[in-house]
C-alpha cells in the first residue's frame, strides 16, 4: 500500500513517522497541502493521513485508489464520513494519546494564573525583595486551588485526566451532562448547574452541531463574575466575540485558550487585537507534548496494520 501525508507541519520535527513507514510499502510526506493539492497529490495514493486538510465529498468522489483515511487527530470534522462511507473508504481517528499533555497544560496554566509565579519572579529580578526591609516581598495575591470547583464539560479522555489531578489538589469536580439533556446520568449535574457553580470552566468537548457556540452570551452571562474558562477543544465551542465582551466588562474573571475558531487565525482576529490583561491565548499546543505526539503517530501506525488485517481476512472469507 501507498501512503500520502498532506500535512506533517503539524507535528514536530522531533517525531518519528519510522513505525507508518514499516507499514506501507511507501510514505510520501508534504509539510502543507493546499486545497487544490489535495487531488495531484493523493489520486495514486491508497491511504491518506491527514491531521486537518478538509477531504469534502467532491474530493473523495475523484479520489477513486483511496482505500483508508487516517485522521491524526481525534475529531472527524475535516472529512465528509457519508461520502468516505459511500465510496467504501474507511475512516480512522486516533483518541487517548494526549490526555496527560492536555491535563498538565491545564494545571500549567491554573497554577500560573492563582500562583502568579510570573508576577514574583519579575518582582525579585527587579530588586524589590533585595530592597525590602522583610524576609519577603508580597505582591499580586497567591490563591489556592484547593476547595474551588472545577466544571468539566466533556467527560472523556481528556476531560477524565484533568479531573484525576483535580481531586489531587482538594478541588471539587463536577461534571456536565449534555446541554438540554432531559436525563442526568449518575455523577453528573445539569449543564445550567454547572455554568453557575464552576470557579473554573474546561472545556474537552468534541465539536458538532449541537456544541459550536456551546459558550455563548447567555452561558457567560450565568457564570461566576471570578470564574475562569478553559478551553482546549475547539474554538468554534466558544463565541468569541460575546466572549471578548464578558472579559472587557468582567462578567468573567480570566479566559485561557488554546483554540481559535479559525486556525491560524488572521491577524485581523478581534481577540487577538485586544490588550486584555485577563486573556491568554496559545497556538493549539496542549495536545502537543513530545510524548503525546509519538504516541498518536504509533496509534495510526496500528490503525493502518489493523486495516490491514481486516482486508486479508475479507479476502480470506
Not at 472527524?76 to 457519508?82: G, L, P
Amino acid at each position: 500500500m501507498h501512503a500520502v501525508f498532506l500535512d506533517t507541519q503539524t507535528f514536530s520535527t522531533s517525531t518519528s513517522l519510522s513505525s507508518i513507514s514499516e507499514q506501507v510499502e511507501t510514505l510520501t510526506c508534504y509539510e502543507v497541502t493546499a486545497p487544490d493539492e489535495v487531488l495531484s497529490r493523493a489520486h495514486n495514493a491508497d491511504i491518506i493521513i491527514t491531521n486537518k486538510v478538509v477531504l469534502n465529498a467532491e474530493l473523495l468522489a475523484s479520489l477513486a485508489n483511496i482505500k483508508l483515511i487516517c485522521i491524526t487527530a481525534t475529531g472527524f470534522n475535516n472529512v465528509d464520513i457519508i461520502a468516505a462511507k459511500k465510496h467504501n473508504i474507511a475512516v480512522t481517528n486516533v483518541s487517548g494519546y494526549a490526555g496527560n499533555s492536555v491535563a498538565q497544560y491545564v494545571f500549567a496554566q491554573l497554577l500560573e494564573y492563582y500562583q502568579q509565579t510570573t508576577h514574583h519572579n519579575a518582582n525579585t529580578e527587579q530588586g524589590l525583595w533585595a530592597s525590602s526591609n522583610t524576609f519577603c516581598y508580597h505582591g499580586n495575591s497567591i490563591t489556592e486551588l484547593a476547595g474551588k470547583t472545577i466544571g468539566v464539560i466533556g467527560y472523556g479522555s481528556l476531560g477524565q485526566a484533568v479531573a484525576t489531578i483535580a481531586r489531587a489538589f482538594s478541588m471539587k469536580v463536577i461534571i456536565s451532562e449534555r446541554p438540554n439533556s432531559n436525563i442526568i446520568r449518575e455523577g453528573r449535574l445539569s449543564f445550567d448547574e454547572v455554568i453557575q457553580q464552576a470557579d473554573i470552566l474546561t472545556l474537552h468537548c468534541p465539536q458538532t452541531a449541537d456544541t459550536e457556540n456551546l459558550i455563548n452570551r447567555n452561558v457567560l452571562e450565568r457564570m461566576k463574575n471570578n470564574a475562569v474558562l478553559i478551553n482546549t477543544a475547539r474554538g468554534a465551542l466558544v463565541d468569541e466575540l460575546a466572549l471578548l465582551d464578558a472579559l472587557k466588562n468582567k462578567k468573567i474573571a480570566y479566559a485561557i485558550l488554546d483554540v481559535l475558531s479559525q486556525e491560524p487565525p488572521p491577524a485581523s482576529h478581534p481577540l487577538l487585537n485586544t490588550e486584555l490583561a485577563n486573556l491568554k491565548i496559545t497556538a493549539h499546543i496542549a495536545w502537543a507534548s513530545s510524548e503525546a505526539q509519538q504516541r498518536l503517530l504509533e496509534l495510526v501506525a496500528q490503525n493502518i496494520l489493523s486495516f490491514k488485517t481486516d482486508e486479508r481476512l475479507n479476502r480470506l472469507d
